[in-house]
């Protein structure tokens, strides 16, 4: 384990920018498989950080997939952040990240443009809620969701890692075309 903390670029707050960045990163196809490395990537990137977080990665229709913890700590507080962040994300089909800058972090702005009335507690507008997208195939498959650290790095470690991770599997899957 590394002792210096997973480095992590400032992620864009325009939207353009965050919907183009969302919109690139399309995996080929999401297993059970897929959803423990990409976990087990994050948590080993997430292992240095002085917060305890939690990584949840579940299907669209609820299904959990991989669900972690970094370190003592986590409290109840935390699930509650990954079940909101993830109905954002299912419920809008983007990022919480997204939705954050979109409302520039006002909660009640959010609820008021939705109707969500008493239900908008329901719902997180806070970095690292992450729509999972297969190519083919339309809409949300799955929710990566980080929660624990500022919400700017609960977003971007998601989206660096998904990036590595599918750069990763573009690298195998060429070096498999080369040996056929």
């Known amino acids: 384990m590394s002792s210096e903390p997973y480095p992590l670029s400032s992620p864009p707050t325009d939207l353009p920018t965050i919907t183009s960045i969302d919109n690139s990163l399309i995996f080929p196809s999401f297993t059970a498989q897929t959803a423990w490395d990409l976990g087990s990537l994050l948590r080993s990137r997430l292992l240095a950080h002085q917060n305890p977080t939690c990584i949840s990665i579940t299907l669209a229709n609820g299904t959990p997939l991989f669900y972690a913890a970094t370190k003592p700590g986590t409290t109840p507080d935390n699930l509650s952040w990954v079940t909101r962040k993830q109905k954002t994300v299912l419920r809008f089909g983007c990022s919480t990240w997204f939705m954050s800058n979109k409302f520039q972090g ?40 980080v929660s624990g650290l500022k919400q700017d790095q609960d977003h971007q470690v998601v989206v660096q890692s998904v990036r590595d991770y599918l750069g990763a599997e573009a690298e195998l899957e060429g070096e498999k075309r080369k040996e056929d």
């Open 106 to 145: 006002d909660e009640l702005a959010f609820a008021a443009k939705y109707g969500l009335g008493t239900s908008g507690g329901d719902y997180a507008i806070h970095g690292g809620g992450w729509p999972v997208r297969v190519r083919g195939v339309e809409g949300v498959v799955a929710v990566v969701v």
